[in-house]
């Protein structure tokens, strides 16, 4: 069994979709958002969708084109890495976004909203280079 286009181009357009809104917060100077719990709440909320469907495309070309399984989100996107189906230092920083979704589903008391917004201003292109690699198996 191949790839299903149908499942990875609706999760790339999830992840097209949270991107856009959160290209809208990242206009904002970092003291207004970091005022605004909605704005805060918006960015930690599409920032979970978007994770999520990387992982999910991730688990999915993991297991049928490597025929693996990760055990868990971070090693998904190390095992990519390591199959060269994405560069080795896109595979780190996507590992590190995989560990930082956990921080903002499992320890969301603890979230660093500073740090939500430097991941606005610096890490939103990994997803874009991410949706690149992964569209250019589907050609």
Request: glycine share 2%; charged share 30%; proline share 2%.
């Amino acid at each position: 069994m191949g790839l299903n286009q149908s499942l990875i181009r609706d999760r790339f357009e999830d992840i097209q979709e949270s991107l856009e809104r959160l290209e809208e917060l990242r206009s904002l100077p970092k003291e207004i958002f970091l005022a605004d719990r909605d704005r805060r709440d918006l960015a930690c909320y599409r920032l979970i969708v978007a994770i999520e469907a990387a992982v999910q495309i991730c688990f999915h070309v993991s297991a049928q084109r490597l025929h693996r399984t990760p055990e868990e989100y971070a090693e998904c996107f190390a095992i990519l890495g390591e199959a060269s189906i994405i560069p080795a230092d896109l595979s780190e920083r996507l590992q590190q976004m995989a560990r930082f979704r956990n921080v903002l589903v499992h320890r969301y008391w603890d979230v660093d909203y500073g740090r939500v917004y430097d991941i606005l201003w610096s890490r939103l292109d990994d997803l874009r280079e991410f949706v690149r690699a992964i569209d250019k198996l589907l050609l």
